[in-house]
């Protein structure tokens, strides 16, 4: 995260790969995204644990069809639509084309769950949605 950029990036791989033990919400532009992450590090969220998904980069790491990133982009990402369904990535991919952001905090637990939920709640979401090790739950 530089000092220009207050929205920390997911580490690697470069290839954004379904999370784990986090909760993810499409909020509607960087003004929101940025209180949010206000609102989450007041509430005791490491900032350094709380990533954002952002612009033409993001899009090339979120990669719907795995085609910027070879061969093994490509099986990967046809192994997730398998199991996750065909539209997901893409609908992430047009959600920042269109100047939105992807929030991604972590929700080890039911209290940090419910603590991170309602916090994204108030910044007007599209979509929430638990990733936890081997499920997932919309909630929005």
Do not use: C, Q, T
Request: negative net charge.
């Amino acid at each position: 995260m530089s000092n220009d950029d207050p929205f920390a990036e997911p580490p690697g791989p470069d290839l954004l790969p379904e999370p784990k033990h986090r909760l993810v919400a499409r909020l509607p532009d960087p003004d929101k995204a940025a209180s949010a992450l206000a609102d989450l590090a007041s509430a005791g969220f490491p900032a350094d644990e709380v990533f954002v998904i952002k612009g033409d980069e993001g899009i090339r790491r979120i990669d719907p069809a795995g085609v910027h990133h070879g061969l093994k982009g490509r099986v990967v990402r046809a192994a997730e639509k398998l199991a996750l369904g065909p539209e997901l990535f893409e609908e992430d991919a047009a959600h920042l084309k269109a100047g939105g952001v992807i929030v991604s905090v972590p929700a080890r637990d039911p209290d940090e769950r419910e603590r991170a939920e309602n916090i994204l709640r108030v910044h007007d979401p599209s979509r929430m949605r638990y990733w936890g090790s081997l499920a997932h739950e919309d909630i929005i």
